[in-house]
């Protein structure tokens, strides 16, 4: 019996996810179509905003592709947030190469003010500052095709989006790499649904560190990065905080529009991730537990099922693998996975329940989050949760 009900409950379930992932991705947009191969007619003035501390490796190659943008008015606003690295000469060399340009302003942040994590505050401060009526927040390791901006401003006004996420073009260099993309996209589909992100009927959202254009006003009102000051996922949470408002959100794909370049192999990426998982449970020892276990409940039971199950009990197990799999076609469509990594996933799953232990036990040895250098204390990091 137990084999029967757990493999009806997981057809059932991957079926389901299946048929509404399937259906609801062919709503989000594709803005590298040649459609979107044109200029908002009205030009506004947008401000793209570059946090960067000890980023010395990619922060000089990131802005270079800043600022050769096909789109006429805009600015490019760096900041070095206390880097001990070379990333704050860079930025002064790359200032003094442009000859004082009125495109590129540079930032220098010294100090940390208590109850800030440094990148809210760096993208904070530097929004002071911005002249755009549109704000776009993006990361110092990600590099823009030259159309880039322009698209996804044609497509955010007549869409009449007040927050556009674009999603990268995840750039996978190894095996492990591809795994690990293919496990948090899978992830991802069932616990932000991108198809229902623009129903505001949906609790769904959306907010990604590359590529975070929001308008000026929507920004303002909805508070800033100031209630955000003591969030982990600052860039998720924006998101959630413009859904809580009110106003209009969208995401969209762009092939080729914003390589990105996750992080060296998958304990790379897994290192990337250490700050994030946990505050995913909201640092909640329990909850992060019970997730682990219903990664591995979903995810690596129908494999188990298939292999164990007796006789007919077999088929359930099947129809939930062929369903997974059927997800995995549409994956190889928007990622650099093969459909083959399906028969993988059992061992993706893993190093995502890795990663969440990981960040867990980063947490509990240094009661709090070190990233780039700074310590966060567990309890001011609970308290800021939004």
């Known amino acids: 019996m137990f084999w029967w009900l757990t493999g009806l409950l997981l057809a059932l379930i991957w079926l389901d996810r299946a048929r509404d992932a399937l259906a609801g991705m062919r709503t989000v947009a594709d803005i590298s179509c040649p459609e979107w191969d044109r200029a908002p007619e009205a030009a506004p003035r947008l401000s793209i905003i570059v946090p960067a501390r000890n980023e010395q490796q990619k922060i000089e190659a990131s802005l270079a592709s800043m600022l050769v943008l096909e789109y006429p008015n805009y600015e490019v606003i760096a900041i070095d947030d206390r880097s001990t690295d070379a990333t704050g000469e860079i930025l002064d060399r790359v200032a003094a190469a442009h000859g004082g340009s009125p495109r590129l302003t540079v930032l220098h942040i010294c100090d940390l003010p208590s109850g800030w994590l440094g990148k809210p505050h760096a993208m904070w401060m530097a929004a002071q500052q911005a002249t755009g009526d549109w704000l776009l927040f993006t990361d110092a390791d990600v590099s823009f095709r030259r159309d880039c901006l322009r698209r996804a401003l044609a497509y955010a006004e007549a869409s009449a989006a007040d927050h556009l996420v674009l999603f990268p073009s995840y750039v996978a260099r190894s ?64 998101g959630k905080l413009v859904k809580q408002h009110g106003f209009a959100q969208s995401n969209v794909f762009g092939s080729g529009l914003l390589p990105w370049h996750w992080g060296e192999g998958a304990l790379g990426i897994a290192r990337n991730l250490t700050k994030n998982f946990f505050a995913l449970m909201q640092f909640r020892w329990a909850k992060a537990l019970g997730a682990c276990l219903l990664l591995s409940f979903f995810n690596v039971l129908p494999f188990v099922g298939v292999a164990l199950a007796p006789g007919w009990a077999k088929l359930a197990f099947a129809v939930a693998l062929a369903s997974l799999a059927v997800l995995y076609v549409g994956l190889s469509r928007r990622l650099p996975v093969s459909p083959a990594y399906a028969l993988l996933h059992p061992l993706s799953t893993i190093l995502l329940v890795y990663t969440m232990l990981r960040s867990m036990a980063h947490a509990v040895r240094h009661q709090g989050v070190v990233w780039r250098g700074t310590r966060y204390p567990l309890d001011e990091l609970r308290k800021g949760l939004v």
């Open 175 to 238: 095996f492990g790499e591809g795994l690990m993309l293919a496990g948090f996209a899978m992830l991802f589909i069932w616990g932000h649904r991108p198809w229902k992100v623009a129903d505001p009927k949906a609790m769904d959202f959306m907010g990604l560190g590359p590529f975070n254009l929001i308008r000026r006003d929507a920004y303002e009102k909805l508070g800033t990065f100031r209630a955000l000051r003591m969030e982990v996922i600052e860039d998720m949470k924006l």
